[in-house]
């Protein structure tokens, strides 16, 4: 039987938007944090959310697209961060963080990482 770190990677490369939460205060994965995922619609345009997840004990979460869902298009990710930093007994100075970004070519995979403390944050483009 496959370890299940090893199954846990498999499921996250199947999908084509994945992001992981790091703690740069403590360096540990940020668990049960909520995301949300969006896209703009440009005709109106208005924000349509498209699911939430929560990250688990590594601060990873599902994939948000599955392979084929996913368009070209403006996404933006909303991580939830003061009820984490509450949870840890802190407060924090940005109560979300949204990530917004252009999907160009939906037949590739996406990885936004998020790195928090709670006066701070930092995002990139992962792979």
Same mark, same amino acid.
């Given at each position: 039987?496959?370890? +299940?770190?090893?199954? %846990?990677?498999?499921?996250?490369?199947? $999908?084509?938007? &994945?992001?992981?939460?790091?703690?740069?205060?403590?360096?540990?994965?940020?668990?049960?944090?909520? #995301?949300?995922?969006?896209?703009? =619609?440009?005709?109106? +345009? =208005?924000?349509?959310?498209? %699911? =939430?997840?929560?990250?688990?004990? !590594? $601060?990873?979460?599902?994939?948000?697209?599955?392979?084929?869902?996913?368009?070209?298009?403006? @996404?933006?990710?909303?991580?939830?961060?003061? +009820? @984490?930093?509450?949870?840890?007994?802190?407060?924090?100075?940005?109560?979300?963080?949204?990530?917004?970004?252009?999907?160009? !070519?939906?037949? =590739?995979?996406?990885? #936004?990482?998020?790195?928090?403390?709670? @006066?701070?944050? &930092?995002? @990139?483009?992962?792979?």
């Amino acid at each position: 039987a496959p370890l +299940p770190q090893a199954e %846990g990677m498999s499921e996250t490369a199947s $999908g084509s938007l &994945t992001t992981h939460v790091l703690n740069t205060a403590t360096g540990l994965p940020a668990a049960r944090l909520a #995301v949300r995922l969006a896209r703009l =619609q440009e005709c109106e +345009p =208005q924000w349509t959310e498209l %699911g =939430q997840r929560w990250t688990d004990e !590594d $601060g990873r979460c599902p994939p948000f697209l599955a392979p084929g869902e996913a368009e070209a298009g403006t @996404y933006k990710l909303r991580f939830e961060t003061a +009820p @984490y930093w509450e949870s840890l007994g802190h407060t924090s100075f940005y109560p979300f963080v949204e990530v917004v970004f252009t999907m160009a !070519d939906p037949a =590739q995979k996406l990885h #936004v990482p998020l790195l928090i403390s709670p @006066y701070s944050y &930092t995002t @990139y483009r992962g792979s």
